[in-house]
């Protein structure tokens, strides 16, 4: 059966325009993430993002560099947005993420981008770091549909999500693609100012797997929906590996797809933390691929 993406579901019924009046509510006293800033974005004022009430976008792409299931023959229709809500001291998209360099582009130019992607032969659209851009992205949605846009959506996050935020999302985003970066508080909060992202993390993790179930890949090797989650090894064990692919296979799922990454390298500030002023080692990476064996896990590495 020919793949249909969720949203055409709520579009047809009229619920897509009800789940942007809520989100927008969000945005008028910001509470898109776990920061709660409580500013009033639609009207100018910034919070710890630092993201305005406008779209701001870096790139808008086939993308051959991410994971298999997502790119295909033709790539990924990967986004790149501007700012992040966790703004982590060794970010290596630091120019975007930290410093917000993008253009801002209106609902209709973003429908726009979302189109041209499909029609370049996109597999996806791939928004990377969309937490606080969570509103105006379904309202670009709309536009979207209306143009002919079919291809899934991949919310590719952080991890560090609004539960209620992640259920209005619900059948609008077909595939979940967040990382769990720490299982440790005292490394989220030393690393990414957020003590309380492992208590968050569980919660958005089950709820993403809930919504979408395992990553399922159609007879072409391409994604069509489901929960795809990253996990950086860290050196110094900084990331909590053991913790997290225990985590993920007891309490989400032993079925889940996880990209294991051995790419961290010292960004932006990681030079002022001795910890992790270092790449990680080929045998750092060896250990956690085997404990996810260890925990049976088999999907993604």
């Known amino acids: 059966m020919a793949f249909r993406p ?43 993002c630092g993201a305005p009430s406008e779209l701001m976008v870096s790139s808008a792409f086939p993308h051959f560099g991410e994971e298999p299931p997502l790119v295909g023959r ?44 499909q029609e370049m032969g996109c597999h996806n659209i791939n928004f ?14 709309l536009e979207a549909i209306e143009m002919g846009l079919r291809l899934p959506l991949v919310y590719n996050c952080s991890g560090y999500e609004s539960i209620e935020v992640i259920q209005l999302l619900e059948g609008v985003i077909d595939i979940y693609m967040p990382d769990a970066k720490y299982m440790d508080p005292k490394f989220s909060e030393k690393f990414s100012n957020a003590p309380d992202y492992p208590e968050v993390l569980r919660k958005v993790l089950k709820e993403m797997h809930r919504q979408v179930g395992d990553l399922k890949i159609n007879a072409s090797g391409i994604a069509e929906r489901g929960l795809l989650i990253r996990h950086l090894v860290m050196p110094n064990g900084i990331a909590s590996s053991e913790a997290v692919l225990k ?55």
């Not at 130019?109 to 992607?117: F, G, K, Q, T, W």
């Not at 990377?128 to 949605?141: D, G, N």
């Open 128 to 141: 990377v770091t969309p937490t606080h851009y969570a509103p105006q992205i379904v309202a670009s949605l």
């Open 74 to 117: 033709h790539g990924s229709g990967t986004i790149f947005l501007t700012h992040c809500n966790l703004r982590c001291v060794f970010c290596q998209n630091y120019d975007i993420s930290h410093f917000g360099r993008g253009e801002r582009i209106t609902s209709s130019e973003m429908a726009r981008a979302m189109v041209r992607l």
């Open 247 to 301: 985590f993920i296979a007891e309490e989400v799922s032993p079925h889940s797809y996880v990209n294991i990454m051995a790419q961290y390298r010292p960004e932006y500030k990681a030079h002022e933390y001795p910890e992790i002023d270092h790449r990680v080692t080929h045998k750092d990476y060896l250990e956690a691929i085997q404990i996810a064996k260890r925990f049976r896990l088999y999907r993604g590495f």
């Open 6 to 48: 969720s949203y055409l579901s709520l579009f047809e019924k009229g619920e897509l325009k009800r789940r942007i009046s809520r989100l927008e509510e969000f945005l008028r006293e910001c509470r898109l993430c776990p920061r709660e800033c409580r500013v009033d974005r639609s009207n100018g004022e910034l919070g710890y």
